[in-house]
């Protein structure tokens, strides 16, 4: 009798000493991440979506007009974003200085990955004759900046814009999203000398 139920009781305690095991892990993993000993997930940036860009655009001195706009380019997964400005001529700031302000606004927005098209146009006048503005020449201002391979096509760009890359905006702005500018001084304050050339 003793020998047959030996098995037995060492079964019952091996099965309990697991149990205890078991207990005693859980409630060493349970005060580990109470005391923060665990690594903890990375929180997520803050959402920054096209209309927090606008605001921003819009606050700037001398700005009259902000629409942007964009969504998806082709295939799916392909998102282009696309600007439209109206800068006032006697406020306007330098024209390389905003343009370059603009791109790295519009480039920080996290809300759709941008991956195939960034494309912007100026136009000088003002907020209440919008359709009387006269579109800015943005390639000095591009070449400026560094923008080689840039697209100008107004069969393929939106509101008679430049068309930047993915590719080229992550070269000179990083990968996508930016990081969020800071307003340069310069366009703090409205500028009496405007440095935009406007074509017919």
Not at 8 to 24: G, I, M, N, P
Not at 29 to 37: E, I, K, N, P
Request: hydrophobic share 40%; aromatic share 6%; charged share 15%.
């Amino acid at each position: 009798m003793t020998l047959a139920g030996a098995p037995k009781r060492w079964s019952s305690r091996f099965q309990t000493a697991t149990r205890l095991t078991t207990v005693a892990a859980v409630l060493a993993l349970t005060l580990a991440g109470c005391s923060g000993l665990l690594a903890r997930p990375k929180p997520s940036p803050e959402a920054r979506t096209t209309a927090d860009v606008t605001r921003a655009i819009e606050a700037i001195p001398g700005v009259a007009l902000v629409q942007i706009g964009g969504g998806p380019d082709g295939l799916p997964g392909q998102n282009e974003i696309n600007a439209r400005i109206i800068v006032e001529p006697e406020l306007a700031p330098a024209t390389d200085q905003l343009l370059d302000y603009v791109l790295r606004q519009m480039w920080s927005q996290n809300k759709t990955h941008i991956s195939t098209l960034v494309s912007i146009s100026f136009f000088i006048g003002t907020a209440d004759a919008p359709t009387a503005a006269e579109r800015a020449d943005l390639a000095p201002a591009l070449t400026k900046l560094g923008f080689t391979g840039y697209d100008s096509d107004p069969t393929r760009i939106r509101y008679l814009g430049y068309g930047l890359g993915a590719s080229e905006m992550s070269k000179h702005y990083s990968a996508w999203p930016g990081p969020v500018p800071v307003l340069p001084s310069g366009l703090a304050v409205p500028s009496a000398a405007p440095n935009v050339e406007a074509t017919p």
